[in-house]
């Protein structure tokens, strides 16, 4: 049991929650969306920003603090291993705003829905910097020369996604497309598989349960990501 990837292949990989879940990290679905009490709408979207900046940053700093504790797990390093070998035909679209693929030793990653640990001004150009730190109150909240509140890194419900230029020109490349652990309902990350469909590529999902658009890939393997992707990715002849 192996995903073939030939030497003339491009490999797009999308991770979602899933592929950090054996990591420690919660994924977004059950528990009512709740998140250790946080409703996901009052926290993550601009219009929660601008009505309780204080509890946006709360939310990512409890974030900040649980993720720093978190190591990559198989899945991760199995990933790291495949970009080893196919080098500049591969690539890594992650929506997880967690840095374990980087931890695991991946360099060819886009962070289409933002980073954890980076923080931006929410006014100017400044460009993203790192920031580990957490904030607790409002007065706590560090401004920007211009004025502006630092806010996080994170692309929020009605923002547009990073990357995007480079995902469908990655996406317009792709020979194999591998989804794992996401549950293909938030867009447009959920839609990328039909356009490799669309140009004949090999369309493969990996994750624990059945997602919303698993009738789009052609291969399914249902089980956790820490297992199968070692054992469907990494031992492939590449
Ligand atoms: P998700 O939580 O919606 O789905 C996670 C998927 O991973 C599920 O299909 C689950 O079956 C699977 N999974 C769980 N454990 C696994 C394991 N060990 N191995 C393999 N698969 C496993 O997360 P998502 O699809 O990444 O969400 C997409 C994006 O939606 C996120 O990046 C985030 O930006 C955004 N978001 C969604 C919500 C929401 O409520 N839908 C909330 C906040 C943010
Ligand atoms: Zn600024």
């Known amino acids: 049991m192996a995903i073939d990837v030939g030497e003339s292949d491009f490999l797009f990989v999308l991770t979602g929650a899933g592929v950090s879940a054996e990591s420690g990290i919660p994924t977004f679905r059950g528990a009512g969306g709740l998140w250790e009490g946080y409703r996901i709408e009052e926290v993550a979207c601009p219009e929660a920003w601008e ?51 980087e931890a695991a030793g991946s360099r060819r990653v886009l962070h289409m829905h933002g980073r954890l640990f980076q923080s931006r001004c929410e006014k100017c150009e400044r460009p993203p910097f790192p920031d580990t730190n957490s904030y607790e109150t409002l007065a706590a909240i560090p401004r920007c020369a211009c004025g502006g509140r630092i ?38 990350a959920a839609a990328f598989v039909q356009s490799v469909r669309a140009r004949c590529g090999k369309t493969v999902y990996i994750g624990l349960e059945a997602p919303e658009n698993l009738p789009l890939f052609a291969e399914r393997y249902l089980g956790k990501a820490g297992e199968l992707v070692p054992r469907l990715l990494a031992i492939s002849d590449l």
């Open 51 to 101: 009505a309780d900046p204080e509890l946006v940053w709360k939310f990512y700093s409890w974030r900040r603090q649980k993720a720093l504790a978190c190591r990559p797990n198989p899945a991760h390093v199995a990933l790291a291993e495949v970009e080893k070998r196919l080098g500049e035909r591969m690539v890594i679209c992650t929506q997880n705003v967690d840095e374990l693929h």
């Open 151 to 188: 806010r996080p890194h994170i692309c929020w419900f009605g923002e547009v996604p990073f990357h995007m230029e480079e995902i469908f020109a990655a996406l317009g490349r792709t020979t194999v497309f591998v989804s794992i652990g996401t549950s293909g309902v938030v867009y447009p």
